[in-house]
């Protein structure tokens, strides 16, 4: 069976782990495809919320083999923590139902440190990372310079390699004011990691080939956004990865011509976490209650999120830049109780009009965007599960969107549960 990719298409945190969720009841694998704890999905079932940082968001369903792709960045002991945790919640966790890959790269403890001293250094100038390795892992990962998640099951190889990157990393530590890390104390511990984590590991390529042999349902599970794609994204203020749906190929080690339809999640208003441009923020009593009401607070930092009007030009890149062939917009509830609601359609620069998302700092510095604005409604829309019975400023608002960016709306939500999804569209898996 051909493959489904989900991707989002602001800066993260549009909902991407609920829909995934909601896909997943027809799904036999749900991979992970890049990126690390530094993303957060959040899941609301049966009243109670789970957060969850590496394993994919279809952990939830027992069917679902849950998948960690090469091209994710692991934190042994966050992953390992996890595990635990949603084995407590009473959450089946076996090497069965988790698998990941032998060549998905190592967070080590000085990955850590280093972006910590690198921020406090940086002061004014930091990029706001999450701290927590990511960007120093993929440095050592291009540089030939890492760990693999196998490397940890081979001691020797382990040891001997650990002696001398240590000693470079120490070396960079030092001179970033931050204290040394200890070898013997690394080997120990990321030894042990390796025991605990070797029954779940294999060989994901081969493992989704035979899937699709066997006329298996698959789906690509993104992190973060489009906007924070290392090559695409608001450069620097991005992540370390490619977020956009082709790497779903490459990250986990199946080929482009599987791919038959990629789902980009969209919020109904936009949020950003962190530096950079965000040209439809709001920095009023307007953006605070989309914060308040919307819960919009990093679950995997607590950060308060930025929050501003729904920006039409950056969605329409991101379907250009994914391939995107249907979207699910999410959050419409949050909008209930505002008089006037606006999306951006273009941008201005000076007497210029640009439809598209610019590439520098320099230019996102002037854009003035040009807004649309609509009546809103007092309504509360949560649990609606026909569009019939949306109000009809609602259904006006969604209808513009997708006039505008000419890919059709396939799902919407309509409030944080599991069973709050308006569903246009059922045939996702044939």
């Not at 930025?306 to 250009?320: E, P, Y």
């Amino acid at each position: 069976m051909p493959a489904i990719v989900v991707v989002g298409t602001q800066w993260g945190d549009e909902g991407k782990g609920k829909i995934v969720d909601f896909l997943t009841a027809k799904a036999h694998f749900v991979v992970r495809f890049q990126g690390g704890n530094n993303a957060g999905h959040t899941l609301v079932i049966n009243q109670k919320k789970y957060i969850l940082h590496l394993i994919p968001s279809g952990i939830f369903h027992p069917q679902t083999v849950c998948v960690i792709g090469n091209g994710v960045v692991v934190d042994p002991a966050v992953l390992i923590s996890e595990i635990e945790n949603l084995k407590n919640a009473g959450v089946e966790i076996t090497p069965k139902k988790l698998k990941i890959s032998e060549r998905a790269h190592a967070i080590m403890p000085y990955h850590k440190a280093l972006d910590l001293a690198r921020e406090a250094k940086a002061k004014k100038n930091k990029i706001g990372t999450t701290g927590r390795g990511i960007g120093p892992c993929y440095e050592d990962k291009v540089a030939r310079r890492g760990f693999r998640l196998i490397d940890l099951t081979r001691p020797k190889y382990f040891k001997e390699r650990l002696k001398t990157i240590l000693e470079e990393k120490n070396f960079f530590l030092q001179y970033l004011s931050a204290e040394p890390l200890d070898y013997k104390e690394i080997c120990e511990k990321y030894l042990e990691f390796g025991k605990y984590l070797k029954p779940y590991l294999t060989d994901v390529s081969s493992l989704l080939w035979e899937g699709f042999k066997k006329n298996k349902n698959i789906l690509f599970e993104g992190a973060q956004g489009t906007y924070l794609d290392i090559d695409y994204g608001t450069y620097p203020y991005v992540t370390s990865s490619n977020t956009l749906a082709g790497n779903a190929c490459c990250g986990s080690g199946l080929g482009p011509t599987f791919i038959k339809e990629v789902i980009g999640i969209v919020k109904a208003y936009t949020t950003r976490v962190g530096e950079g441009p965000f040209p439809t923020e709001l920095k009023d009593e307007i953006g605070e209650y989309l914060r308040e009401k919307g819960g919009e607070y990093g679950s995997t930092t607590g950060r308060p999120r930025r929050c501003g009007w729904l920006d039409l030009v950056m969605v329409k890149f991101a379907i250009k830049l994914n391939g995107i062939t249907s979207l699910a917009l999410t959050k419409l509830d949050v909008l209930s109780g505002l008089s006037k609601i606006k999306l951006c359609v273009v941008y201005r620069i000076g007497k210029k009009i640009l439809e598209t998302f610019p590439t520098t700092l320099e230019d996102f510095s002037k854009i003035e965007p040009v807004y649309e604005e609509f009546p809103g409604w007092e309504e509360n829309l949560e649990g609606i599960e026909d569009l019939n019975k949306l109000p009809k400023e609602a259904k006006e608002y969604i209808k513009t969107i997708e006039s505008y960016l000419g890919v059709p709306i396939s799902i919407i939500s309509t409030g944080p549960g599991r069973e709050n999804c308006l569903i246009l569209r059922d045939n996702f898996f044939h």
